[in-house]
C-alpha cells in the first residue's frame, strides 16, 4: 500500500510539481479508508466534503434518473475522484460515490485544501490544475455522448478507461455510455470481429 507521501509525489508528477515540503504538508491532510464493495463514500441528499484518491479498487459516480442507475464516471488506481458542484457550493448532491471493489481510498479534505492555499500557492496551483483535468474529463464525456456512434464511445471508452472496461460490470459500463446492455453487447461482438 501506498503511503499518504507517495500519493502526493504521484499527484506533484500528474499535475503540478509541488516541493518536498509541500507534499508533506499536502500529505499531512490525507486520511487512509478501506471500503467495502457496494459501500457508498457519497450519498445522495449529503454534501461533498472530500477528494478521493483511488489508491487500490474502483469506484464509480451515479444518480437516479426516471428509475434508472446512470454511471457518470469510473475511478481506478491512480485517480481522483470528487463530485466539483456540492463541493464548490456546499449543497447536497444527487450523485452518488461507490465502490464496486473493495478499495482503499485517501481522502482530502476539501477544507484542509483550502487552508493549505494560504500557505503554498503550489498547492493551489495543483488543485487548479486538478480541477482543470475534471473539467476536461467531463466536456469529452459531453461530447462523446452528442456526437459519436455508439461504436466510437465504446472504442472511447476502452481507450480512455481500460481498467474500467476489464473490471467494471456490464450494465455500469452500458449506462455510463447511454446504452443498453444488449446495444453494448452488439457493440462489442462487432469490434470483437473487426
Keep these: 500500500m501506498k503511503t499518504a507521501l507517495a500519493i502526493t509525489r504521484t499527484l506533484s508528477r500528474r499535475y503540478y510539481p509541488l516541493h518536498p515540503e509541500e507534499q508533506e504538508a499536502l500529505a499531512s491532510i490525507m486520511e487512509c479508508r478501506r471500503v467495502d464493495k457496494g ?25 437516479y434518473k426516471n428509475g434508472h442507475d446512470i454511471t457518470e464516471h469510473f475511478s481506478c488506481e491512480d485517480d481522483l475522484v470528487f463530485c466539483i458542484i456540492s463541493l464548490f457550493r456546499q449543497e447536497p448532491t444527487r450523485l452518488m460515490t461507490e465502490a464496486i471493489e473493495p478499495t482503499v481510498v485517501y481522502d482530502i479534505p476539501y477544507t484542509g485544501l483550502q487552508e493549505l492555499f494560504v500557505s503554498y500557492s503550489s498547492i493551489a496551483q495543483l488543485y487548479k490544475k486538478i480541477l482543470e483535468w475534471g473539467l476536461m474529463v467531463s466536456q469529452n464525456k459531453a461530447d462523446s455522448w452528442r456526437f459519436e456512434t455508439a461504436k466510437e464511445r465504446y472504442k472511447r471508452f476502452l481507450k480512455d478507461f481500460p481498467e474500467a472496461a476489464k473490471r467494471a460490470p456490464i450494465s455500469h459500463i452500458a449506462s455510463y455510455l447511454l446504452m443498453t446492455p444488449e446495444t453494448l453487447s452488439r457493440v462489442r461482438a462487432e469490434i470483437f470481429q473487426e
Excluded at 445522495?44 to 477528494?51: C, W
Excluded at 483511488?54 to 444518480?63: D, F, I
Design 39 to 63: 459501500e457508498l463514500l457519497l450519498e445522495e441528499g449529503r454534501i461533498a466534503r472530500h477528494f478521493h484518491y483511488v489508491e487500490s479498487g474502483m469506484l464509480r459516480q451515479y444518480y
